[in-house]
């Protein structure tokens, strides 16, 4: 069975979805039969790469307020992360043009990599404050996990197709913000929901295999998201 996660590396609630997915999937009694695909979704595709702008500086010119305000907006986000092991430092994070992450997620997927790498991805964005915009960055972050990646990154073209292609599907789905979660083609999750609902999700979806793609209902199924517009916080 197949679960399709669209997400970006620069979404706290992708990050947030993506262990609660994985706290379920460890739960799931046939979890050897699950295949797991990261899909390549931007939420803000104009970030200049060559710009080293602090996330709060964003936020505070977006919503018209002080920096001080937008660090205190991050504090729901980084608790709601702790909640699930995961610690997020705001403060020095950095906005990044994730392009080059999605295209180097690609080759990694080609190589049985995803996995791994997703999680330094997201880990050195929310945690370290890597900036993803750099290329040298990815290049050190992907050989963490045995990935010469160099030529892709010098590649502009190279996987630029694949993931406009699933960023395409994405609308074609009806994504409007992410993490979004598609199960076995039968089932959507929208947002970060608690592991329970992946997991009964997940056991309902095993014991039916058929059908066509329903919307999961959930209470607040679509606070803990992130869209072009900004993440709910």
Avoid at 113 to 122: G, I, P, R, S
Avoid at 183 to 190: E, G, L, M, T
Wanted: charged share 25%; hydrophobic share 40%.
């Amino acid at each position: 069975m197949k679960v399709e996660i669209w997400s970006d590396f620069v979404c706290p609630f992708c990050y947030i979805g993506k262990k609660n997915y994985e706290q379920a999937l460890a739960q799931f009694s046939q979890q050897e039969q699950i295949v797991t695909e990261y899909k390549s979704f931007e939420l803000d595709p104009n970030v200049n790469p060559a710009d080293k702008r602090l996330t709060v500086d964003s936020l505070a010119e977006k919503y018209g307020i002080s920096q001080e305000q937008a660090k205190e907006m991050t504090k729901g986000v980084a608790s709601r992360a702790a909640e699930v092991g995961l610690t997020f430092h705001f403060e020095n994070m950095l906005d990044a043009n994730t392009f080059d992450s999605h295209r180097i997620m690609q080759y990694a997927a080609s190589l049985g990599k995803a996995k791994e790498l997703a999680e330094v991805l997201f880990h050195a964005h929310f945690t370290d404050n890597k900036n993803l915009s750099d290329r040298a960055v990815l290049t050190e972050l992907a050989a963490t996990v045995g990935l010469d990646v160099a030529d892709v990154l010098a590649n502009e073209q190279q996987y630029k197709a694949q993931v406009k292609a699933e960023e395409f599907e994405a609308q074609q789905l009806g994504v409007r913000g992410v993490p979004f979660f598609v199960i076995d083609r039968k089932y959507a999750i929208s947002g970060a929901q608690p592991v329970e609902v992946f997991l009964e999700t997940m056991n309902k979806a095993w014991s039916e295999r058929s059908g066509g793609l329903q919307a999961v209902k959930a209470q607040d199924s679509d606070a803990d998201s992130c869209g072009p517009d900004g993440c709910k916080v």
